[in-house]
């Protein structure tokens, strides 16, 4: 519904916010022009080009211009905010990095400081204007509800919370089918519903009854487009079962299944697969060939034992793997059966550190190139766990449909490390579950950015 409209409100937000961009960079390119050196031209041209891709790919990445987002104006700020400080660390990381030190300070500082009150800016701007097509009728389309029962009142809920322009105005139902208030008036009788409609200029009818449960549904149909007014049927699949369901079509048959799974398309997999290997190959030949010597040598000197620790875990369709860490523990032989703990006493010093900085994670970029794992994914748990944890929760062993990866939604959102009850693992597997429903390649994107803003922020629950 109003894809376009969505798409258009989306679209204009994206070029406000680059164009807020691109006046701070040349404005003050203009006024700070005596600190700006005409050798130091190219470089300023290459941070500009920076700003604005990093920009974009972080935002758009991220998804906070998503329709779940824009149409609640404190989520869409603080979401506008977290990928404002992402944006920042990593332009910093760029100049320094990249050894860009002649770049004025004053100019960045003065930078940063304009985009921020520019984004804050375009945030209030948004919020005009979405009050002003939410107070101007002829922007806005009436709809009317045939029906009251659970799917219709979930069509309220979302007309209440995500409908830009559009007004629900009632229901139309039969007296002996309502059994309690309800917030938005009943206007008549099913069978007057297109006359209602008619009088109160609605534009879109939605029917939660099927044509099967009221054969006078498709009668209503036709009147409906008679009077130009469209006419949509929301089916209530509980009838079949009892789940929400994801609908797919194999020709002209709906097939329902009980989840969305975008992985489960081979383009959608050849795209991760491409990011996996194009990272962990960067990760192996620039990192693990210096940090392997180096961390071995560390781990070898404090603990007697092999440098990596190899472990057997369940991986795609339960199928196990050997994940490969480097060792932060000292030869025991509860490895396989019990999980680190804080203040865990086999932890050696180098393990504690490489732990709470995330570097024993690191040869599992191996089995990234490997195709065991990928980059984001479920965390992998050892066999024992994984046989443990399905008898607790019911959809567990869903979360074996994906490859394990490095990091995961999870992860970043604050589960990970020792599980300590039910409550926590429950957390972490609908985490799991919601990537698996809605994974796309900005969201692997995402998810890497804000790990690698984790461990450079620390992580409370790494140890």
Not at 125 to 153: C, E, M, P, R, W
Not at 271 to 277: G, N
Not at 411 to 426: A, H, M, S
Not at 435 to 454: G, M, P, Q
Request: a positive charge; hydrophobic letters at 45%; proline letters at 3%.
């Amino acid at each position: 519904m109003n894809k376009q409209f969505r798409y258009y409100l989306q679209l204009s937000l994206v070029v406000l916010d680059v164009i807020v961009l691109n006046l701070a960079f040349f404005m003050l390119r203009f006024i700070l022009r005596a600190v700006i050196y005409p050798e130091d031209v190219k470089a300023y041209f290459e941070l500009w080009a920076v700003l604005n891709l990093v920009w974009l790919l972080i935002s758009i990445g991220s998804r906070s211009y998503s329709d779940n987002i824009i149409i609640n104006f404190e989520a869409f700020t603080k979401r506008t905010l977290k990928i404002y400080i992402i944006w920042v660390i990593t332009v910093l990381f760029y100049l320094f990095f990249l050894r860009k030190f002649q770049i004025s300070r004053y100019f960045l500082f003065a930078l940063l400081s304009s985009f921020a009150i520019g984004l804050i800016f375009n945030r209030f701007l948004y919020l005009g204007i979405y009050y002003h097509f939410k107070s101007k009728d002829y922007l806005i389309n009436k709809v009317l509800i045939i029906g009251y029962n659970q799917t219709a009142k979930k069509l309220e809920a979302f007309f209440e919370e995500e409908g830009i322009n559009s007004k629900l105005i009632g229901f139309t139902e039969d007296a002996k089918n309502v059994t309690e208030l309800t917030r938005y008036p009943i206007l008549s009788s099913v069978n007057n519903t297109i006359d209602i409609a008619k009088q109160m200029d609605v534009q879109e009818i939605f029917s939660t009854i099927t044509p099967e449960q009221n054969r006078y549904v498709y009668n209503m149909i036709e009147e409906a487009e008679k009077a130009c007014i469209r006419f949509k049927v929301v089916p209530d699949f509980s009838v079949f079962i009892d789940k929400p369901v994801h609908i797919d079509y194999i020709r002209d048959m709906p097939v329902l299944s009980l989840r969305s799974e975008p992985l489960d398309d081979v383009g959608n997999r050849i795209k991760k697969r491409i990011l996996d290997i194009t990272v962990s190959l960067f990760v192996v030949v620039f990192i693990l060939s210096w940090l392997v010597p180096i961390l071995g040598l560390l781990i070898y000197l404090e603990s007697k034992g092999p440098i990596f620790f190899s472990q057997i875990r369940t991986g795609k369709n339960n199928k196990g793997f050997r994940c490969l860490k480097f060792r932060s523990m000292k030869v025991n032989k509860d490895s396989d059966l019990k999980q680190a703990t804080k203040n865990d006493q086999r932890i050696t010093r180098i393990g504690r550190f490489i732990r709470k900085t995330s570097l024993d994670e690191f040869p599992q970029f191996i089995n990234v190139l490997k195709g065991e794992m990928s980059l984001v994914g479920p965390r992998p748990h050892m066999v024992k766990h994984t046989d443990d944890y399905s008898k607790i929760i019911d959809q567990f062993m869903i979360r074996q449909f994906l490859k394990p990866g490095i990091t995961g939604w999870a992860q970043i959102n604050g589960y990970r490390g020792e599980i300590t009850d039910e409550t926590q693992l429950k957390m972490r597997v609908n985490n799991d579950l919601w990537y698996l429903e809605n994974w796309n390649i900005w969201l692997d994107i995402r998810i890497i950015f804000l790990t690698v803003y984790k461990v450079f922020k620390g992580d409370e629950m790494a140890f």
